[in-house]
């Protein structure tokens, strides 16, 4: 009944408001002096002429652009004093009274200076990549992360083929700047992800639960991060969910391993969507490896619900709703002689749940509210022969956001508060019968931060913040400061620097051990340069990141609660380098190749020594292309990556983490084929990693006790899914617009 | 229920329609509120806007419209052929995608500026939806997706604010006949379309000589492509 009211009232108003269109006073008085021939010059701040300036008097049609040299020339039959008012788009206005008294009227040169940068269009890129159809200067697309081969639709691996990363192949997370897993966070609209992985045992690498189409923008931050995000030493990850979705339709996904159907149906000014997904890559290994030891091939069964609705032009409320269950269960070669014959048995049986709420809307006085409610529950259990683990875990994250954009032509406010719940237990048992333990820990942490962007003149911006933290748990305080600052060399170019303090808890597996503990401290100082033009992105970073107060233990004796201190530490220095070509060098070829250098080394955990960390290669290599067969509605993509030989502790050797591992290289390749299937819009994706069918080894795992020789006995690490090829057939029923990639569903 | 007050409301629509285009009905008001000659002057720039396909000229034109919002500060049309006369340059002009994009941002703040003085909404999102189809032209390989939901959506909005107006039909074909067939565009499926703008044109009566009454010329010129390709098959 609300929508065809709406036109009416929109047709009334039409015609109220033109009625009602106030009288203009200014009358351009008849000429009485005769004509007026006006001529000038305007030159900019540095005394350069300036072209384009709109030179005219006011309250007449009478007027000029300025020339290449600057000049302008008019004639006005306007007698009287008008004011003349120069403008042009990033310079300030300028006016001035003129008396017009007929003849010629050579005018002195007039100055206009550069107005500051207006904010919004300056992003300060020194350690953030962006994937976003929004913004002009995003190094990605959204649609990146889905045709991206070896991707898989997995965010995590997209990311991976940007600099500044390690592909650390048998656990598939992302690993930033000599940080390790547990050092980036990842954040969806603005609340932390308490558990962004699915579950994942030795050998199998984890995935993302988050499909990439559920997400308009992704921001990735390879350091110096703003204020607003905290527990994170190295990266944050910021994924931005759609608001409304386009249009009701139905999604079938088929795939070789698995399908999922989704139904989204969109009114006026709300849009819901609820899926279903199912994976089961048993009768996938029964084909393609009889031989390995898989005692139960991973499953995944999943669900998810999606609202939207618009509360007003500004207002959004969002709510996604999550549910995912998982188990696997594989048999793995293992140094201990008892394992030797059928190799070790390692269950794993993963539930989460995860609930995001997001309200935002405009208050008054250029201020808008962002408010938001997070809440998640993870049950993890594992059993490495003959352990059995069992992780519990409820968070609730509540955060309010005040943002003011027009506080003032030349800066803007965000001010804004987090509280954060936590409880965590774990049962083990280290055989069947063996007593059990459970520890456990509960935490409340709150947060508090403010930044603001500003505009330092036409050319300089910066954006300074400050974040406070208080952990209940830890009984102790933080505060974080963080400055950046970009500036424009024009022509596309920016030099950008960023730095501050980032804080982190300690994880749980040492959290449950030792809570009395402090926070984990790194610094960050990032010096950016960046060429980008509408089809080729240039960027060139150096880093130098400093390590505090990480968390040690004893490696032999990892439950004494007496050996965990703060007391480790460490470094990490490189550079990164990244360039991107769409369609401009070849003309059918969206290319981006990543070079990344790392130099780290840390004591933490139950490191022995100061060393390289496991997870760290000094060189780390991706180019992705993507080529289209406009003709054939076909797409081929292919990426190659290599990281540089990688450390790991060989006990039989003296020294620690001295060994080096094979390099890794893969080469993953896939096809999507756009068409039409019965009429309805369908995308034939195929794709496999590691086409080369390379045996990439990272590293030994050695038996805990050395033989009678005095020898540890040792397997190598592989990934249980060292090559993978997945069929799909992707349909998108939908009555109003045929075909669009953008809202495919996955 | 439900149906009655949606007849109700088409019924007001074609009143209000036809209210707009009885020419009594604007025209004095806006000559009434500008100085004595103003008419005048935006009509004859108004035609020279119309009248040019050089890039200069139209940029010099957006200028000239520009100073004539400054004659009249609450009418809206300088506002809305300045934005007009840039997106024009941006077909026209053979600068790079960054500069396009540029005169695109200058060309959707005149446009901002019209619709805060309530200018014909219908109208106004024409030109939006038109501006859209410019930015998908800068880049098409990587904006066809989004620009073209823009465009679809925006034409709709203008269509149902006002279904005699014939400039959202045209746009909406033009969208249409640009996408790829695989996408389910192409010229066969754009010719329906453009027939039905066709109609709306012949219906159309502009209230005044400023009110915006482009687009005609430019689908018979598109008609008759069609003519010529069908002759020559």
């Not at chain 1, 793995?332 to 995860?354: F, H, I, K, V």
């Not at chain 1, 991706?622 to 076909?634: D, N, P, R």
């Amino acid at each position: 009944m609300h929508t065809p009211l709406l036109p009416l009232l929109l047709a009334f108003g039409t015609l109220g408001t033109a009625a009602a269109q106030p009288a203009t006073a200014a009358v351009v008085a008849p000429a009485a002096t005769g004509p007026t021939h006006l001529r000038g010059t305007v030159l900019d701040g540095a005394g350069r002429p300036l072209p384009g300036v709109n030179v005219f008097l006011k309250t007449t049609f009478d007027g000029a652009t300025t020339d290449s040299l600057g000049r302008f020339a008019f004639t006005t039959t306007a007698s009287g004093t008008l004011p003349l008012v120069c403008t042009l788009i990033g310079y300030e206005m300028q006016e001035m009274p003129l008396a017009l008294s007929g003849g010629n009227l050579d005018l002195p040169a007039r100055r206009l200076r550069e107005s500051r940068a207006s904010l919004g269009t300056v992003s300060i890129v020194a350690g953030a990549f962006e994937a976003s159809d929004e913004k002009r200067a995003a190094a990605l697309k959204p649609l990146d992360i889905l045709t991206t081969a070896g991707a898989m639709a997995d965010i995590a691996s997209a990311l991976n083929t940007l600099p500044g990363t390690t592909r650390v192949g048998e656990e598939g997370k992302l690993f930033v700047r000599g940080g390790a897993a547990s050092e980036t966070r990842y954040y969806l609209d603005g609340l932390p992800v308490q558990s962004f992985y699915g579950g994942a045992t030795a050998g199998v690498p984890a995935r993302g639960r988050f499909s990439p189409t559920l997400f308009k923008g992704t921001m990735f931050s390879t350091g110096g991060y703003s204020a607003e995000y905290g527990q994170a030493l190295s990266a944050v990850v910021g994924l931005n969910s759609l608001d409304l979705d386009p249009e009701t339709q139905t999604g079938i996904s088929l795939l070789s391993v698995g399908g999922s159907l989704a139904r989204t149906k969109r009114w006026d000014r709300t849009s819901a969507s609820i899926s279903a997904d199912y994976t089961n890559l048993a009768p996938y290994f029964g084909l393609t490896a009889p031989a390995q030891r898989w005692e139960l091939a991973p499953r995944h069964l999943g669900g998810s619900l999606r609202l939207a609705h618009r509360t007003s032009p500004a207002g959004m409320l969002k709510l996604y709703a999550t549910y995912g269950s998982q188990t696997v269960a594989s048999r793995q070669p293992d140094p201990e002689a008892a394992y030797a014959a059928s190799g070790r048995l390692t269950g794993l049986q993963n539930e989460n749940y995860y609930l995001n709420t997001t309200y935002r809307t405009a208050l008054v006085r250029g201020w808008s509210l962002n408010a938001g409610l997070a809440l998640g529950r993870e049950r993890n259990a594992v059993q490495p022969e003959p352990q059995q683990l069992t992780e519990r875990e409820r968070t609730a994250t509540a955060r309010l956001v005040l943002t003011n954009d027009s506080a003032a032509t030349w800066f803007n406010l965000k001010v804004g508060a987090e509280a954060t719940a936590q409880r965590y237990d774990l049962s083990y048992r280290a055989t069947a019968d063996a007593p059990v333990y459970t520890p456990g820990f509960a935490e409340r942490r709150t947060a508090v931060f403010a930044e603001s962007d500003i505009s330092l003149s036409a050319h300089l911006t910066a954006r300074a913040g400050l974040r406070g933290e208080y952990s209940a748990l830890l009984n102790q305080a933080n505060l974080a400061p963080r400055l950046a600052l970009a500036w424009q060399l024009g022509g596309g170019q920016q030099v950008s620097a960023a730095g501050g303090v980032f804080y982190q808890n300690p994880t749980n597996d040492l959290l449950r051990v030792q809570p009395a503990l402090g926070f984990e401290r790194a610094t960050h100082y990032i010096l950016s340069y960046q060429y980008q033009t509408s089809a080729r992105t240039l960027r060139a970073e150096l880093y130098r990141k400093d390590y505090r107060a990480l968390v040690r233990f004893d490696r032999y004796n990892t439950l004494n609660p007496a050996a965990y201190a703060n007391t480790g530490d460490g470094y990490a220095q490189g550079a990164d380098v990244f360039f991107r070509d769409r369609y401009q060098t070849f003309k059918k070829v969206d290319f981006w190749v990543s070079y990344g250098l790392l130099d780290t080394r840390r004591q933490y955990r139950a490191d022995l020594a100061a060393a390289a960390p496991t997870f760290a290669a000094a060189h780390n290599v991706s180019v992705v292309g993507k080529y289209w067969f406009a003709k054939l509605h076909l797409q081929a993509s292919g990426t190659y990556a290599y990281g540089s030989p990688r450390a790991y502790y060989n006990p039989n050797q003296p020294g620690y983490n001295q060994a080096r591992t094979a390099s890794y290289q893969s080469l993953d390749l896939s096809l999507s084929y756009l068409t039409h299937l019965a009429g309805h819009y369908t995308i034939v994706h195929l794709a496999m990693s590691n086409v080369l069918g390379r045996d990439n080894t990272y590293g030994q795992r050695y038996a805990a006790l050395p033989d009678a020789a005095g020898h540890y006995a040792s397997v190598p690490v592989r990934s249980l899914v060292p090559q993978m090829a997945v069929a799909a057939l992707l349909i998108s029923i939908n009555k109003k617009t045929p075909g669009d990639t953008s809202v495919a569903p996955d | 229920m439900k149906k009655s007050f949606f007849t109700l409301a088409l019924a007001a629509l074609s009143l209000a329609a036809a209210a707009q285009t009885t020419p009594a009905a604007s025209v004095p008001k806006t000559a009434a509120a500008a100085p004595a000659g103003y008419a005048d002057l935006l009509g004859a720039t108004i035609k020279e806007v119309m009248s040019t396909g050089d890039a200069a000229e139209l940029k010099a034109l957006a200028a000239k419209m520009e100073r004539a919002a400054t004659v009249a500060p609450a009418d809206w049309l300088p506002r809305y052929y300045q934005a007009y006369a840039l997106l024009i340059n941006v077909f026209q002009s053979k600068e790079d995608g960054d500069a396009k994009d540029a005169t695109l941002d200058q060309a959707e703040a005149a446009l901002a500026k019209a619709r805060q003085l309530k200018g014909d909404e219908s109208e106004l999102l024409t030109l939006q939806a038109y501006i859209y189809q410019a930015r998908l032209g800068v880049s098409p390989m990587l904006r066809s997706m989004k620009y073209s939901r823009l465009v679809t959506e925006t034409v709709a909005q203008a269509k149902a604010l006002n279904p005699a107006n014939p400039r959202p039909y045209l746009v909406g074909a033009n969208n249409v006949y640009y996408t790829p067939s695989v996408f389910g565009g192409g010229a066969e499926a754009a010719k329906p379309l453009y027939e039905e703008a066709k109609a709306k044109f012949a219906a159309f009566k502009p209230a005044s000589a400023l009110v915006p009454s482009w687009g005609e010329r430019q689908l018979l010129g598109r008609l008759k492509q069609y003519e010529v390709a069908t002759a020559t098959k």
